[in-house]
């Protein structure tokens, strides 16, 4: 516990005997704030002309005002003290929340950035899948130019799907197969020696051709069934 001062002060031109537990200089300090309330009343005349009981009344009277204007100043300090602790504190809520969602944003961007790197590969794999349909749908068109049909009156059977597209030619040599044993049997009766010639030269050619198609219709399934099993 600290010890109890006692100490000599000079008030109003008297000295007084003050104690406490505060410092020497505290109530030196408390002292002079005393007198220098009594040199500014005795500025003025009521305080001058009033008795001595009237004084020490005006005297309390004004430290009381002081001590509740300076309690009022001070609470309101702390008021306001404690409302910059409150926005504080949610400035930090604020900022931790901002932090999380930053935190799952990045994971977002991360995310986004994964299926980015899968879309270009299916579209690198899709645009090989494209170069070689094309590639095989230019080989049956110039097939398909050989065999003396024209390529244009095709393009709808030869752009669908690769399936129907072998189905398609397929058929389509069976017709023309069996259109050319409808037209061999009717040219028979008519046919001279060098005409039967020539016609049994044509008709290898278009075997011949067929069975190219036969081949690179066969070979193009091998390729697409090997590319799926991998």
């Known amino acids: 516990m600290a010890e109890k001062r006692v100490i000599k ?14 410092s020497e200089e505290y109530m030196q300090k408390v002292a002079a704030y005393i007198n220098s309330k ?20 005006m005297l309390e009277l004004n430290f009381a005002d002081s001590y509740f204007k300076e309690k009022e100043h001070a ?20 900022y931790v929340n901002s932090q999380v969602m930053v935190d799952d944003q990045k994971k977002d961007v991360g995310s986004l950035e ?6 270009e590969k299916n579209v690198t794999r899709l645009q090989t899948t494209l170069q070689e349909r094309e590639k095989t ?30 189905t398609s030619i397929e058929d389509l040599l069976g017709v023309n197969k069996n259109e050319d044993r409808d037209n061999k049997s009717e040219e028979k009766k008519e046919e001279k020696p060098e005409e039967k010639k020539d016609n ?19 070979a ?7 590319k799926r099993r991998r």
């Open 114 to 119: 994964i299926k980015l790197r899968e879309s």
């Open 38 to 57: 009594i040199e500014e009343y005795e500025k003025t005349d009521a305080f001058r002309h009033a008795s001595s009981d009237i004084r020490h009344r």
């Open 75 to 94: 609470d309101e300090l702390e008021q306001r003290l404690k409302d910059k602790i409150n926005e504080l504190d949610e400035m930090k809520h604020n």
């Open 137 to 166: 749908i230019a080989d049956l068109q110039a097939a398909l130019k050989e065999a003396g049909r024209d390529p244009r009156t095709m393009e709808p059977v030869i752009r669908k799907e690769p399936e129907y597209v072998q």
């Open 200 to 218: 049994t030269e044509i008709t290898k050619q278009q075997e011949e051709t067929a069975r190219r198609l036969q081949q690179q219709s066969e």
């Open 220 to 226: 193009f399934r091998s390729n697409r069934n090997g």
């Open 9 to 22: 002060v000079l008030i109003a031109g008297k000295v007084m005997t003050m104690s406490g537990y505060e």
